[in-house]
């Protein structure tokens, strides 16, 4: 081999080299600055006061998981992301990182500290800004929320606390354990559930909305074309404007709804141990289907038509067309009370 060539090899190895180093110090560079932001965005003390800010996605997604304290979610005009407030006195860890599209905000606390108690006063104080457009994904187990102008979609879920909801748009799913919910001017599909709370909605507007409760009330003014409501050990109180499809459930509690039957509108409705009070507009057209079993008792304020009882057994029934019977109208207790009127 030549001398001339055995230089050139040299050169090329030590550039080859010299290449690979400066590569590697870039790499441990990306990697302790990456190192450094989720020990920066993770890892707090308990009682901090924070304040951070992440950028966001104008409709990307943003999940919650919050333990124990209180959260206020806001939309704004910003595509960022922000928490501020304080953390409780039994937080472990706090998580707040972007991953694509999604904004990750988690509050872990201390789970060998017993004795926690979802409403004192050592939570997490939190407010959280987000996008007008994101998707909410909320999941709490010892926390009050409070959510507003958020405008994709919202899938809130707390075990112990209560939630208050106003001004949210899209697919809206909303459930409460040992909690009450209180909604105002909530537009979209509609799906609210609770037990052992009550459940209030009011000037919303909906294609489709759901109310589900046990152990809780039901107090509803909707404009919703199809409207279900279902309640163990609670009343149902609906006001509602035009009507295509209505289901009513209830056991062990009253129904009382008014609302306007639109032309081949359906109502359905059954009770085990309650009454049904149902007020239509004056014009109602509609086929009406009545029965009541085991001593059930059946009142009609629309028509002349009476009710007929069983020759033998507590039964009664009512069938009658009303003004042309355009719509349906179908009810049925056991040992409570119907009754059909107009508004």
């Not at 590569?23 to 600055?33: A, E, V, Y």
């Not at 112990?160 to 899209?170: E, F, K, T």
Request: charged share 25%; hydrophobic share 35%; proline share 1%.
């Amino acid at each position: 081999m030549s001398i001339g060539l055995h230089k050139n090899l040299s050169v090329k190895k030590r550039y080859h080299i010299a290449l690979a180093n400066v590569f590697k110090g870039i790499k441990m560079k990306q990697l302790f600055f990456s190192v450094g932001f989720c020990l920066l965005s993770s890892f707090t003390f308990a009682g901090e006061k924070i304040d951070q800010t992440l950028k966001a996605d104008g409709n990307g997604y943003v999940q919650i998981e919050h333990l124990g304290g209180y959260a206020n979610i806001t939309g704004w005009s910003k595509n960022e992301v922000r928490v501020a407030g304080e953390l409780g006195d039994r937080t472990e860890k706090f998580i707040f990182e972007r991953d694509g599209n999604e904004v990750i905000i988690k509050v872990k606390v201390n789970s060998k500290r017993n004795g926690w108690n979802w409403n004192s006063e050592d939570g997490d104080d939190l407010e959280i800004y987000v996008p007008f457009g994101s998707h909410i994904n909320y999941n709490s187990t010892n926390a009050n929320v409070e959510v507003t102008e958020v405008r994709g979609s919202a899938d809130i879920d707390t075990v112990n606390g209560n939630i208050d909801v106003s001004n949210l748009a899209g697919r809206l799913r909303i459930e409460a354990v040992n909690g009450d919910i209180e909604a105002n001017s909530l537009t979209g599909n509609i799906k609210i559930q609770t037990v052992n709370g009550d459940i209030q909605d009011r000037d919303s507007a909906a294609s489709e909305a759901t109310y589900e409760s046990v152990n809780g009330d039901i107090n509803v003014r909707l404009d919703a074309a199809e409207v279900k409501a279902e309640t163990v050990n609670g009343d149902i109180e609906l006001t509602l404007a035009k009507v295509e499809h209505l289901n009513l459930n209830t056991v062990n509690g009253s129904v009382e709804a008014s609302l306007e039957l639109v032309p081949q509108g359906d109502v359905r409705a059954t009770s085990v141990g309650g009454s049904i009070s149902l007020n239509f507009q004056a014009d109602i057209s509609a086929r009406f289907d009545l029965q009541g079993h085991a001593g059930g008792r059946i009142i009609n304020k629309i028509s002349s038509d009476k009710e007929h009882k069983a020759k033998y057994g507590p039964s009664r029934w009512l069938e009658f067309s009303h003004n042309g019977g355009n719509g349906q109208v179908k009810v049925s207790t056991v040992s409570g009370r119907i009754k059909v009127d107009k508004k």
